[in-house]
């Protein structure tokens, strides 16, 4: 600026623009603060004009009320300067019209009086004034009023900017500010944006006592205890409270607060904010929720198990008391997920764990700060039943007496259980292994202590299933053994540890051997491992397929290498467990096996056991049909020790039964071993089955089968199962020269003196 | 207050000190404040005084028109020197606030002296 710009003639009225050509006030910044300057005198609104030009204003000059207001439609003064007395529209209606345009509410104004005119200066500031100014000539002083009052303005308007900034803040944070003076009428001061946190209309005024109405009942009492602590030691206030507004929303409602002292040190009020933080407290509660339990059956996961045991043992250490981990883990669970599928399975996991919560005091929350309300009980608080993960259940007791108290536990966990569990319209029998491991006997640590219930609950599966074990250091030193027993499993194929042995399947009339039966074995470290020791390891780990698929192809390659040696046209049979006639590869893997070393197909034969066969019946059909229709030939081991069904004995693909090692061994002894010797025999006859007789360890054994009709036989009377080089050594040096004794019997079918088989054997024949 | 209790002596100039305020908005005199300011009173002041022969000539003479004078003159010709004048609207003005409805014809005719007396002052330093 610059130039007091006169927009009319003061007298006349009319637009003169006179002061514009001026360059008035050389010394002032451009862009200095905008004043309009509203005075009807000529000489006045001049002189003020050149002096606050030469003071870096940009003055716009009005002669009247009516032109000021007409100019502030085209300016935007930063500040207002009226002469009071105006003939027409004087200076305190001109300051009333100018607060009554919009945007010129908080614009400063000041009302120019004479110094002998004290009416004027209550009218101004009456009529919207910011100040008043005493005319006089002194212009330097009124300069520095303008200048101060366009401060406390440009103060105001970031105030209020900053004011707004906050409130929309603290809306946004749905928070809002309160005060609270102890000696003051209500006493409660809120801001509009803490009245809207708590539903309130932003006009309404409310009392303490109206807002501790609005907790709910059960915290009420809490929180005046808070509050009156709070207030007699003056300290700080910071609670989360439930509130039901009075619009019938439920909200919760963190509140802070300060105190506030006053000069002699006195607590005077308090200060403070609340904050509606039910979205955030809902999902925390969600997260621990999550991060706490187990999703499908609710129970404590892993983690919150964790937590409890360690705060269980600290507890324990003490208070000197003993504290118990019970591992539950349910018996064959795999089998039930595997034929009624996961979604029966899961059903099945609820109720169990309903039923597991139901054999100790199980609390689901342990709320934060139980420690100090609960005190010396606390770690009661802790006792709970959860969920490790898949079928592996914890019961934690964080007191008991002795060991008994822990094992009568196991066993009303056991007992849980007897009663069947409906899914999927079925019923289900479910057991559990459990294994109890007691702080600090067995373990000083949540870790040790898992590790330990861990060992205990596989002796107790391994004893049988469906029992407890408590942990001993004995159990322990197994349990490495057979995790070392199963890493060295896993290498074994890929180190060439593993060997068949062959035994041979004796034709006892012709004395010839008419197959073999590949047995596996494991070379271990210079010691033969027998199958008893891995086969079970292999089936629980898995490790059994790529073993058996090992063997197949091992099984192949030795019949094409007799076949080249010796001739060998019958069958190598090999022990498959059930689980790999469910894999759709079983056959393709076989044509691959014996189209490898060009062999054909029924140079293997496979044999399941009856108890694997029926367990599995309807999965392993289909497998059974397809071997049968590429020339592979099925066997039934184990024969007579289960419940095979007779009906379903007729239709299935199978060629041969062969003959439980324990009916043989009796046989001559009980005469019920022969009884039912002689209904398989007669049982297969009909069938049109081949029946093989196993474990055949004496001539008398051998004698009595033949009598009774089998003529295939297995056994160490014929031959243990050897190294296949041995097997050819045998044949050599033994079958082929006719020189065991039992092809002098076979052949003769003389009965020795001691083959004298009891009455009852021969009775059946 | 003071100014009515003790006039200071009429002078057929301007007051010194005064116009030396006047002159300080324009130190250099490039702007010609001094003179623009002068012209603008004698104008101005002409036009007043037109009015008050008017309400001197009228029946009843109209307090509001004759102290809005008094009090636009006040400070007028307080800023350009013609201090005379000045006192003897002040003068005028308190007199009519403590008696406002008292004859105005001496109030008047004082003004109108005093203006005479102003006018002549600033036609001659416009002249000079």
Known sequence: MTKPEVIADPATGEATGQASGHPFGAGSQPGGPQVLLVDDDEVNLLLTSFALGERGFRVTAAGSGAQALVSLVEQAPDIIVLDALMPEMDGFQTCREIRGTPGYENVPILILTGLDDDASIARAYDAGATDFYVKAPQWSLLGGRLHYLLRASRTRIELERSKAKLARAQDLARMGSFEWRRLSGSGLTMSQEALRVLGLGTQETVSVRTLVRMVNKDERRVLLRQLHGALRRASTLTTDVSLLLLDGRQRIIHVEAEPEFNERGQGAGYSGIVQDVTERRVAEDKIRQLANFDALTGLPNRRQLLWRAERALEQARRMHHLCALLLIDLDRFKIINDTLGHGAGDELLVEVGRRLRSCVRHSDQVMDGAAETLGLRFHRALEAVGRLGGDEFVALLPEVADEADAQRVAQRVLDSLREPIFVSGQECFVTASVGVALFPRDGNTVVDLLRNSDVAMYSAKSQGKNSSAVYSPTLAGRGRAKLELETALHKAIERDELVLHYQPKIDVHGAKMAGAEALMRWQRGGKLVPPCDFIPLAEETGLIVPLSEWALREAAKQARVWKDKVGFADSIAVNMPSRLFERSDLVEHIHQCVTAVNVPHRVIQLEITEDNLMKELQNVIPALHRLNEIGVEISIDDFGTGYSSLAYLTTLPISELKIDRSFVRDLGITPQSSAVVTAIIALARSLGLRVVAEGVETLRQMEVLHRLGCGLMQGFLFSRAVPSAELLNWLEQTVLPRRAPWIAVARTGQSPSELQGPAPSRRTH | ?128
């Open chain 2, 1 to 128: 207050m003071a100014l009515t209790n003790d006039p200071p002596p009429r002078t057929s100039g301007l007051d010194a000190q005064a116009l030396d305020r006047l002159r300080e908005l324009d130190p250099d005199g490039r702007h010609g404040v001094v003179h623009r300011v002068l012209t603008a009173f004698e104008s101005s002041l002409a036009r007043m005084c037109t009015v008050l022969e008017a309400q001197a000539h009228a029946e009843v003479a109209d307090a509001g028109v004759v102290n809005g004078i008094a009090h636009t003159l006040k400070s007028s010709s307080a800023s350009v020197g013609a201090l005379s004048l000045a006192h003897a609207c002040a003068d005028v003005e308190l007199r009519l606030r403590l008696n406002p409805g008292r004859e105005l014809t001496p109030e008047i005719q004082q003004l109108l002296d005093e203006s005479a007396a102003a006018l002549a002052a600033v036609r001659a330093m416009l002249r000079s």
